[in-house]
Every structure is written in structure tokens, then in C-alpha cells.
């Protein structure tokens, strides 16, 4: 009977070594420390981070039915440090959109522009849309029919060919469901130009959905920023600084405003 060498053994157990670090790919890369300076942001309770996506475009976790607005899911929570410098320790390699609770009801959140339709790229959140095709996008939305009886375009990327939106959606009026409650969800939606013309593609992405008191609804700030959107995390430290919104003055971020 033949026994291997001691230099074949060694080549079989780096070639299996190596097999096994492609089929683990991502997984077992070294996770990294994300660092997020939130400055001078006041009654912060919460930074979190949520890997919302897979490689495809699909949602890693189902939209949860029973989700609360003040207690978001996230994949991880970050450990406040010092004054206002928040830290995940060991963040798995991945994108996240980072999500941020303070006090006196705001939720602050980042997100990307999944696809909507089979084999389409990711788009960034800062990607931008021509003037003409905003107006007609926004001007569809506003006179087309909807179970919710607010629908609003929050922000709009895309180019010639492909416009995706993140879209509001709430409906406060009487429904079937607990007297006095009203239903809230965001999604993304998406127009492609098709014969001369934008047309909505059916199919959309259902990014979260929340069943509460209408007046509850009506006191909260839920605000959406490109800045936490798309966090690309690999084996490498990152630091992020970042700025809650003022309560006052202009309202430069798009979402829920209290009313």
C-alpha cells in the first residue's frame, strides 16, 4: 500500500483549504469596525444597521406584519462609546443601510434603489432624475387611483431608460382594521420607458409596513437620507459622520413630518 508524502498530503489540504474559502466566499472574509460620529445630534437611542438586500434584490428578511415604528428590526446595533460616537464592533462584510431613533418620536434611515424587475442593477441613493420625467412621474402618482389615500414620490433615480422611486404610502382614513388605526409602508416602485412614454412597472419593493393609532401616526418624523444609504462594509474599518436633521426650519429630508 502507497503512502502519500508529506508534501502530496500538504498540496490536498490547501487545495481543500482553498475550496473551502470560495464556496464560503463573502462569509468568511474578517468583519470590520464601522464608526458612525453623530456630532452634536441630540437624544439619540439607536444606530442600527440593516443588510435589507441580497445580491439579487430580494429582501434577506420578510417585511414583518407586526413591525412597530419605534422598534425597527435591525441586523445590528451599534454600542454608543463616547458622546455621540457609536460603534459595531465586528459588522459582517455586506451593504447597509444604517437606521437612527432618537427621542421625541424621529426615525432617520438610509435605503438603496433595489430592482424591481429580474436582472436589473442596484441603483445608488444619490442617483438623480431628469426635470421633465420628475414632473411626469410625480403628476402620474398624484392622479392615479390608490388604496392609501396618501401616496407621496419621496425621491426619484434612474436615467433615459429606467426611473425608480421610493414611495410613501399611508392611509389614515376609517378602515376594516381597529377603529382608529391607520397603515403606513414604503415601497419602490419603477417607470421604464417604453413607445415614447414612462409606464409603471406593476411589480414593486415592499420595503417595510406598520399598523398603528392615527394619532400616533400623525406625531412621528420617519425621514429618509441618501447619506445612510448603500453602506459598503468590507475588512477595513469605516467612519461615517453624520448629522441628525433639526426639528426646525427648512425640511431638507423627505418623509413623515408630524400633522
Same mark, same amino acid.
Given at each position: 500500500?502507497?503512502? &502519500?508524502?508529506?508534501?502530496?498530503?500538504?498540496?490536498?489540504?490547501?487545495?481543500m483549504?482553498?475550496?473551502?474559502?470560495l464556496?464560503?466566499?463573502?462569509?468568511?472574509?474578517?468583519?470590520?469596525?464601522?464608526?458612525v460620529?453623530?456630532?452634536?445630534s441630540q437624544?439619540?437611542?439607536?444606530?442600527?444597521?440593516?443588510?435589507? #438586500?441580497?445580491q439579487?434584490?430580494?429582501l434577506?428578511?420578510?417585511?414583518?406584519?407586526?413591525?412597530?415604528?419605534d422598534?425597527?428590526?435591525v441586523?445590528?446595533?451599534?454600542?454608543k462609546? @463616547?458622546?455621540?460616537?457609536w +460603534?459595531? /464592533?465586528?459588522?459582517?462584510?455586506?451593504?447597509?443601510?444604517?437606521?437612527?431613533?432618537?427621542q421625541?418620536?424621529?426615525?432617520v434611515?438610509?435605503?438603496?434603489?433595489? &430592482? +424591481?424587475l429580474?436582472?436589473?442593477?442596484?441603483?445608488? &441613493?444619490?442617483?438623480t432624475?431628469?426635470d421633465d420625467?420628475?414632473?411626469f412621474?410625480?403628476e402620474?402618482?398624484?392622479?392615479s387611483?390608490?388604496?392609501?389615500?396618501?401616496v407621496?414620490?419621496?425621491?426619484?433615480?434612474?436615467?433615459?431608460?429606467?426611473?425608480? +422611486?421610493?414611495v410613501m404610502?399611508?392611509?389614515?382614513?376609517?378602515?376594516s382594521?381597529?377603529?382608529? @388605526?391607520?397603515?403606513?409602508?414604503?415601497?419602490? #416602485?419603477?417607470?421604464?420607458?417604453?413607445?415614447?412614454? %414612462?409606464?409603471?412597472?406593476?411589480?414593486?419593493?415592499?420595503?417595510?409596513?406598520?399598523?398603528?393609532?392615527?394619532? /400616533?401616526?400623525?406625531? %412621528?418624523?420617519?425621514? %429618509?437620507?441618501?447619506?445612510l444609504?448603500?453602506?459598503?462594509?468590507?475588512?477595513?474599518?469605516?467612519?461615517?459622520?453624520?448629522?441628525?436633521?433639526?426639528?426646525?426650519?427648512?425640511r431638507?429630508l423627505?418623509?413623515?413630518?408630524?400633522?
Amino acid at each position: 500500500m502507497l503512502v &502519500p508524502s508529506n508534501a502530496v498530503v500538504s498540496m490536498l489540504l490547501v487545495s481543500m483549504l482553498v475550496c473551502l474559502l470560495l464556496l464560503l466566499g463573502p462569509a468568511a472574509a474578517e468583519a470590520a469596525k464601522v464608526t458612525v460620529d453623530l456630532g452634536d445630534s441630540q437624544g439619540v437611542t439607536l444606530v442600527g444597521a440593516l443588510r435589507r #438586500w441580497d445580491q439579487d434584490g430580494n429582501l434577506r428578511r420578510p417585511v414583518d406584519p407586526k413591525a412597530q415604528i419605534d422598534a425597527p428590526y435591525v441586523d445590528a446595533k451599534a454600542v454608543k462609546v @463616547a458622546r455621540n460616537q457609536w +460603534v459595531f /464592533e465586528n459588522l459582517p462584510p455586506g451593504k447597509y443601510d444604517l437606521l437612527i431613533m432618537a427621542q421625541d418620536r424621529l426615525r432617520v434611515e438610509g435605503w438603496e434603489y433595489a &430592482p +424591481v424587475l429580474e436582472f436589473d442593477p442596484f441603483l445608488p &441613493p444619490d442617483a438623480t432624475v431628469e426635470d421633465d420625467a420628475r414632473e411626469f412621474i410625480t403628476e402620474d402618482i398624484k392622479g392615479s387611483r390608490h388604496y392609501e389615500n396618501k401616496v407621496v414620490p419621496l425621491y426619484m433615480g434612474g436615467d433615459r431608460k429606467t426611473v425608480r +422611486v421610493l414611495v410613501m404610502l399611508i392611509r389614515d382614513k376609517p378602515t376594516s382594521y381597529t377603529p382608529g @388605526a391607520g397603515t403606513m409602508r414604503h415601497e419602490i #416602485w419603477q417607470y421604464t420607458w417604453n413607445y415614447g412614454g %414612462w409606464q409603471k412597472e406593476k411589480r414593486t419593493r415592499v420595503l417595510d409596513r406598520v399598523l398603528l393609532q392615527v394619532s /400616533e401616526l400623525r406625531q %412621528w418624523t420617519w425621514l %429618509w437620507d441618501a447619506k445612510l444609504g448603500g453602506i459598503e462594509v468590507k475588512d477595513s474599518p469605516v467612519s461615517i459622520e453624520y448629522r441628525l436633521p433639526k426639528r426646525s426650519g427648512t425640511r431638507e429630508l423627505k418623509g413623515l413630518y408630524p400633522y
